[in-house]
């Protein structure tokens, strides 16, 4: 079957280059069922490749020809090899978490191939700990982040006596519902918002009269320096440079509940103290790489936005996904200060798009990250100051502990795209009380990036002290 790559699909494959693979991927660790002996870890990677029938997602490949007019086209693999997705590796000595992460740079470093379905899966066992891990990747022309996150979270249970679960690419595993709790509540990373939002937004007719006075708004704001979706006042970092195509990956996770505290005891979100977190954990490692600047970081934030919620109703009510730019506050010394400025920040922008209709948010968005994917095309990056210098995104995850083939799921962390201009992604995901926390980078343009892991935990402890929580 063939059928033609949607716009935002053909985006994402045009825009990809060996500086910029252009996949998302995740990590799962594994804790083994009790009594679980030496081979299980050969047994689960027997389930994981021994499928009768693979799901048509999973046997897509981009296609063009002189058949297909020249342009490009979804088609079927015949020649499917499942050993060249469906991978087993083991850890060298003495198999630390570090070890992990610096295979799972590796991983994601690498491209995936065109002339083959585009998604790759690797269980990893090494762990001395013993746990196992599975890294997988999947293109963003294939499917989008949170769409990649559901597809494995798909075929894991909340029961650890199942044992018939099939592998995320099997055509025996029917995607499920997502659960109430996360419906409306998932905001997209980066790389899926502008070309979508651009899309959309070219496509509307109906609304195009009051695009003019949104857009007036939106950069008058900019101008000022008021929180919007546009950003017009962002310096100059280091992150903000040309990137090569190395990879580095470092991921961890703290309690919800430590979150909950400091906003509580502030009058804050979770989310604005997971943004306030990423504040002081960047400005330390810019001190420490004596390269902070004086103004503040601004960081691209999607967001997920409910019309009832913000009280102010739009033209077709629902949800409606934009994204804001938040200024982190990196210039101020005291922790709660910084939390106060991310929390105004933040409660600025959303009220800004709230006075939008959702076709007007979309248009934003696309108005907003328009610089962050022309710039780097024209190579003038290093001329033009940066729209934002950060992305940071946070993806609901399962609430509850689940499991796979009675495996349990002891962490869940994402990995993210970074492109030109825009060397460093922190993406989270909450799961089972805990906040995952994972931050990809460029290995040559963000040195010793997981040094932020340390910052991180230095300025969750900050707040705390700080607010009293």
């Not at 990893?124 to 949170?146: C, F, N, P, S």
């Not at 090569?244 to 961890?252: E, N, P, V």
């Not at 799921?409 to 009380?433: E, F, K, Q, R, V």
Request: charged share 20%; glycine share 8%.
């Amino acid at each position: 079957m063939v059928t033609p790559l949607d716009p935002t699909s053909l985006a994402f494959l045009m825009a990809e280059n060996r500086a910029m693979p252009m996949h998302v991927g995740g990590l799962q660790l594994f804790d083994k069922p009790e009594g679980a002996g030496r081979s299980y870890s050969r047994e689960m990677y027997a389930s994981l490749r021994e499928v009768e029938e693979i799901a048509p997602l999973f046997l897509r490949r981009p296609y063009r020809s002189p058949a297909t007019g020249g342009q490009w086209v979804w088609t079927t693999d015949e020649l499917f090899d499942i050993d060249y997705h469906v991978r087993h590796s083991g850890l060298p000595k003495p198999g630390r978490v570090r070890e992990l992460l610096e295979l799972c740079s590796r991983l994601h470093s690498t491209r995936l191939a065109r002339e083959r379905p585009l998604w790759e899966a690797t269980l990893i066992e090494g762990l001395r700990d013993g746990r196992m891990a599975l890294h997988t990747k999947m293109h963003h022309a294939l499917v989008d982040g949170i769409a990649a996150s559901r597809l494995v979270q798909s075929t894991l249970s909340t029961d650890p006596d199942q044992r018939d679960m099939p592998a995320p690419w099997s055509a025996a595993n029917a995607p499920r519902k997502p659960s109430r709790e996360l419906e409306g509540r998932s905001a997209p990373s980066l790389a899926e918002v502008p070309v979508e939002a651009l899309r959309t937004a070219l496509g509307i007719s109906a609304e195009a009269a009051g695009m003019p006075s949104a857009l007036v708004r939106t950069l008058v704001r900019g101008i000022r320096n008021d929180t919007s979706a546009v950003s017009l006042h962002a310096p100059h970092t280091i992150f903000n440079q040309k990137i090569t195509g190395s990879r580095r990956f470092a991921a961890q996770d703290w309690p919800i509940e430590r979150m909950k505290a400091i906003g509580t005891a502030s009058g804050t979100t979770l989310n604005d103290v997971v943004l306030a977190m990423c504040s002081g954990a960047l400005r330390a490692y810019l001190l420490e790489n004596d390269a902070l600047p004086d103004r503040p970081l601004v960081a691209m934030v999607p967001v997920g936005l409910n019309a009832k919620q913000v009280h102010q109703a739009s033209s077709d009510g629902g949800n409606a996904v934009g994204s804001v730019m938040v200024q982190l506050g990196t210039h101020l010394d005291d922790p709660a200060d910084r939390l106060m400025s991310v929390h105004t920040s933040m409660a600025d922008g959303k009220q800004a798009l709230s006075s939008m209709t959702p076709a007007q948010i979309v248009a934003m968005t696309a108005v907003g990250l328009a610089p962050a994917i022309i710039t780097p095309a024209l190579r003038m990056h290093h001329i033009l100051r940066p729209p934002f210098n950060v992305i940071i995104s946070n993806v609901p995850g399962p609430r509850e502990t689940q499991y796979f083939n009675g495996a349990r799921l002891s962490g869940l962390y994402p990995l993210s795209i970074p492109i030109h201009g825009m060397a460093l992604n922190i993406t989270c995901t909450s799961y089972d009380g805990v906040m995952g926390f994972g931050v990809t980078g460029c290995r040559r343009t963000v040195p010793r990036l997981q040094r932020l892991l340390t910052h991180l935990d230095d300025e969750l402890a900050a707040l705390e002290k700080a607010t009293g929580a």
